[in-house]
């Protein structure tokens, strides 16, 4: 791939072609998942927050480690574990001697990257999953009266074990709201199993290139923001989420205004990766799952009966189709 082309920053076109290159440089390295790869992508060209949940050992640290090869940003691993403190996010003041005495100074915790994993996120206390809101939301970390800015571009890609594990505290409300996408990482098939371990275990590992980089993905964030969405469209999103809220025997609480807003700039997003310069329903209905599906809180009957997220949302999108 030729080296990016600065004089055509502007170009809708011209950005697509190079976020789908990056696309297919990821997959060079991350067997199947594709899927995957996508709705990640479509979350950075928003600067949404992604939810990775799955079982360990499916390939989720690489993932997000190989994208950050291919976007050629600054990238750091932070294992959550039961003991780890919030200023081990965050980073701390400490004393440092000088000639004139002693005073305080800013030591940047590992939070202070482009790409953040924070792996196995629900392990931690809720005090700790709690020093990332603030990150998420308003790009900044404050440390008794200072606060700090994060350099942009700035993500999250958390990982999370199923909550039936033993040893997870489940994430509160505000802070999955906070996610613009959740993502299930489901067991490989035999063929990708196949490739993985030749992929991993042999010694033809791909090499992965840089695409992109953050400049570029922040140009391509800004032409995915000038997207129009017809008004039928906008209707369309917005009836979805509010039936969430519509009397249901299976949902006990409904989606949130930011799960509009995140559809919405999830639908552009796919639009404009799809080479279009209009979002259409369909886009809407695809990216209604990794939006809605943890914003949603399932009522005891939908438990009871094993009916889960992406079935109440399958149902409401059938629903209210167009």
Do not use: W
């Amino acid at each position: 791939m030729s080296e990016l082309d600065r004089s055509r920053l502007e170009d809708p076109a011209y950005m697509a072609q190079r976020i789908a290159a990056c696309e297919a440089e990821i997959q060079k390295g991350i067997i199947g998942q594709r899927e995957i790869i996508r709705q990640v992508i479509l979350a950075m060209l928003t600067g949404g927050n992604v939810l990775l949940e799955g079982m360990p050992g499916l390939g989720k640290t690489r993932l997000v480690s190989t994208i950050g090869r291919v976007f050629d940003l600054s990238f750091k691993r932070i294992q959550f574990t039961p003991d780890l403190m919030p200023s081990d996010v965050t980073g701390t003041n400490i004393i440092v001697k000088n000639e004139k005495g002693s005073s305080f100074s800013f030591e940047r915790g590992p939070i202070f990257a482009n790409l953040i994993l924070a792996d196995e996120i629900n392990r931690a206390t809720p005090k700790t999953q709690s020093a990332l809101l603030e990150a998420m939301q308003e790009h900044t970390v404050t440390v008794g009266n200072e606060s700090h800015t994060l350099e942009e571009p700035f993500f999250v890609l958390a990982t999370q074990n199923p909550i039936e594990n033993e040893g997870t505290y489940p994430l509160p409300e505000a802070q999955l709201d906070r996610f613009m996408f959740k993502i299930l990482v489901r067991f490989p098939s035999k063929e990708e199993l196949k490739g993985i371990v030749e992929l991993t275990e042999g010694s033809g590992a791909a090499e992965i290139q840089k695409m992109l980089d953050g400049e570029g993905l922040l140009a391509a964030r800004a032409l995915v923001n000038q997207i129009p969405v017809a008004d039928a469209v906008l209707d369309y999103a917005l009836d979805i989420v509010m039936e969430t809220h519509a009397e249901n025997p299976h949902i006990r609480e409904g989606a949130s205004p930011r799960a509009a807003q995140a559809l919405i700039r999830a639908s552009r997003a796919r639009a404009f990766l799809e080479g279009r310069l209009n979002v259409a329903f369909q886009d809407v209905e695809e990216m209604a799952y990794p939006v809605l599906r943890h914003r949603i809180i399932p009522s005891f009957d939908a438990i009871s009966e094993g009916v889960g997220e992406d079935v109440i949302i399958q149902r409401i999108l059938a629903a209210k189709k167009p």
